[in-house]
């Protein structure tokens, strides 16, 4: 099994979160089964579309303890757009649907007069201590967002209808609203420091 593997969410573009990591010499492998994630030493959790479709794909594979036991113990793990919105505990836009559970929070839909989803460039301004984020402009396309961090994290911040959370990182755990693997060589750079933290992963 790779040192790198991505979890088949059916609900992500692979194909560009393969090609950025090929840009960086890095080659990603689909995991097939929990143990795959469990044993490798950088996991990403990619997404695009609808939270309730793509937790029950990661349930379909049985992935869901692994993936929150990578999560919970700090091991290098990168989540994006849906992807990080599955490590919640629930989302406004599928009721009923249960996240990963190990952040303390719902995620919610845009309020106010913007206009829904958020697409294109915005500015991400880094939390005190981040490892991992710098200031810089990434690329968003969503309707739903984590308002505020949770306990124990480092947030990063984006506005859009007033203020959410476009990244959060604990540990070696990297988790980005917005898509590294599209935002140019500032995304290149994150996905390059989150890459690093792999190497040294057990």
């Given amino acids: 099994m790779s040192d790198l593997v991505v979890v088949p969410t059916g609900t992500a573009n692979m194909a560009s979160v393969r090609a950025a990591f090929k840009r960086l010499g890095a080659d990603l492998t689909e995991a097939t089964e929990s143990a795959d994630v469990s044993r490798a030493a950088g996991v990403v959790l990619p997404g695009v579309g609808a939270f309730g479709a793509a937790i029950s794909q990661v349930d379909i594979l049985g992935m869901r303890q692994a993936l929150r036991d990578r999560v919970e113990q700090g091991r290098a793990t990168l989540a994006v757009c ?4 599955l490590l919640c505990g629930a989302s406004e836009e599928s009721p009923g649907a249960a996240g990963l559970g190990v952040i303390d929070r719902t995620v919610s839909r845009f309020g106010g007069e ?3 989803p958020q697409l294109g460039w915005n500015r991400v301004a880094p939390g005190p ?15 739903y967002r984590i308002d505020e961090e949770p306990e124990g994290w480092i947030g990063s911040g984006t506005n859009y209808a007033g203020r ?22 500032w995304g290149a750079g994150l996905l390059g420091r989150w890459l690093e933290t792999t190497r040294v992963a057990a």
Avoid: I
């Fill in 114 to 116: 913007e206009k829904v």
């Fill in 129 to 143: 201590g981040s490892r991992f984020v710098e200031p810089g402009w990434a690329y968003f396309a969503n309707s």
């Fill in 164 to 185: 959410f959370v476009s990244a959060l990182e604990r540990g070696n755990v990297l988790a980005c609203q917005f898509h590294p693997e599209l935002s140019g060589p």
């Fill in 82 to 85: 849906v992807g990080m919105q």
